[in-house]
């Protein structure tokens, strides 16, 4: 358990060193999550301490967000005054953000795959 | 007895263990109320969790520094989160390398999409210079997005804002709006969420299930590359 959760904020602590080395453009728990990947295909498995952590943390993810949330608070004067136009550009944007990734998503996944057991060639 | 409740909330209210608490009791009651009818989506559990935080801070004069100081243990253990979502990511991963060239593909047009249809709302509604150039990376984590917006002249801590409420529209939102339009398999709902609204996103993919998870964790990782190169060129070409 103690060992599990050294590995997970190892991996983030390297990512962070990588990011504060190298100036890329991702941040350092994204890069430590690479990091985390490659050593489950060195080990050819997750060790089950690392998953018990890990799944842990994950199936309480949303619960995570919430301080950075609370944040908006700092933020009134302008939500009271732009409020309205912030909000539908947020909305209408992300909706069609969504909407577009996940349509072209299947649709590229239909033509990766050609009906199982034949070739049909196209695609 | 009003004196000396005034005392122990005065003492209570310095001490980092009120905001922990109540963020952890405020979130459990929500999210247990939302567990029990049926958990809809439109009543993101994060979303209804932060507005009654909110109207507690508001209703008794705290700061969000001072709610800050004790949330911060919770908020710092969304670094960790982030390096486990490699536990998804292996356990899918014949699926992700099945997939690779729609996930490319649907990668770089939702990418696009986002910047562009950010700005474009944007342009449409009128919003002012600074507000114009902070939405541009709304899709991608925090971190990163406001990395982005100091470099092309916009305001980061505004840019925070705006991504927390793009990750709460499109986990609120988003899957009535994949079920409308009859995307129902999981990495596609994955890769939508998590290209759409980021950390957010992705929390409530996992939601859904463990396939959905694992892309959307990786579309929130290969997005946050994707418009880290892509909005300065943008700027750089068009404004």
Known sequence: MLRALTSVLLCQLVGEALVAATN???????VGMALLFAFFVVKGGIPSSIATVGDGLL?????LFVPAGVGIMQHASRIGSEGFQLG????ASTLITIGVTGYL???????GQPASGENSGDG | MADEITDIW???????????TLTLVAYQIVHEIWSRIERP?????VLISVLIIVSVLVATETSYDTYFEGAQFIHFLLGPATVALAIPLYRQFDRIKANKVAIAASLAAGSITGIGSGLLCA???????IGFVSIAPKSVTAPVAMGIVERIGGLPSLTAVLVIVTGIIGAALGPALLNLIGVKDAPARGMALGVGSHGIGTARALQESEAAGAFSGLAMGLNALATAILV?????MFF
């Open chain 1, 88 to 91: 539908g550009t947020l909305v």
């Open chain 1, 24 to 30: 890329m453009p991702l941040p350092g728990p994204v």
């Open chain 2, 41 to 45: 989506a439109l009543l993101n559990p």
């Open chain 1, 59 to 63: 199936n309480n993810l949303a619960v």
């Open chain 2, 123 to 129: 342009a449409v509604f009128g919003i002012d210079r």
């Open chain 2, 232 to 236: 300065p060129v943008v700027f750089w």
């Open chain 1, 105 to 111: 998503m299947r649709f590229f996944m239909k033509r």
């Open chain 2, 10 to 20: 005065v003492y209570l209210a310095t001490s980092p263990l009120l905001a922990l």
